[in-house]
């Protein structure tokens, strides 16, 4: 069952009883799980960069910016593990990012295969730019770098590497990011060859 965040009731300025708490939305919105995912991993990211150059680092307690770091990592990957249970598999990408971020590698590699796997078999009838399903003998254009995305149309190959404020698609991210990794993965598949054997270009897939 997919989780949700549990918020404390509200109380009233003018009395001391409690308001009945806001529901929590059963499964997260696509926006919402982004959105909280890509402000996640940017702070993630900056806090990893560590302190600035020839500052004091007295050891001490953990500070309170540290505290909120947790929890907004914990937060972002719990609204997105609802969203996986609840049949979106996007969410494996994001997942991927926010446990790199947070410096989980084994965990962001086993989110970012289960991606790709599932890419690789979406791709045979499913538009990456639309995302629209189509019959495995529809005519369709596919992408000369993976060899697995295909697009209905031009402007649908087009509109898949658009950033998502352009136009592009905010869960899949743009496909020219992932397409080098994606047509390793494809290849190796296809081959028989280990999984473990595309590692390196994994990592420098969510290193950027």
């Known amino acids: 069952m997919p989780r949700c965040a549990i918020i404390a009731p509200r109380r009233c300025r003018s009395h001391s009883c409690a308001l009945d708490a806001r529901p929590q939305p059963i499964a997260p919105s696509t926006a919402r799980c ?23 680092q ?24 609802a969203a996986l249970d609840g049949g979106r598999p996007f969410a494996n990408l994001h997942l991927a990012h926010l446990a790199f971020g947070a410096g989980q590698e084994d965990a962001a590699l086993a989110h970012l295969k289960e991606h790709l796997s599932w890419r690789v078999q ?32 031009a402007d649908d190959q087009k509109m898949a590497s658009k950033k998502a404020a352009l136009g592009g698609n905010l869960t899949a991210g743009r496909h020219k990011d992932i397409c080098g990794v994606l047509r390793k993965w494809s290849e190796g598949v296809k081959d028989g060859v280990a999984p473990d054997s595309c590692t390196a270009e994994l990592v420098a897939f969510l290193q950027r």
């Open 34 to 56: 982004c959105t909280l995912h890509t402000a996640t991993v940017c702070t993630v990211r900056a806090a990893r960069q560590g302190p600035v150059a020839g500052a004091d």
């Open 58 to 81: 007295a050891p001490g307690p953990p500070s309170h910016s540290s505290a909120c770091l947790d929890d907004r990592v914990r937060e972002a990957a719990e609204w997105l593990q």
């Open 122 to 153: 979406r791709g045979r009838d499913t538009c990456a730019g639309c995302g629209q399903t189509r019959g495995e003998d529809t005519p369709m254009l596919t992408c000369s770098g993976c060899r697995v995305a295909r697009f209905c149309s």
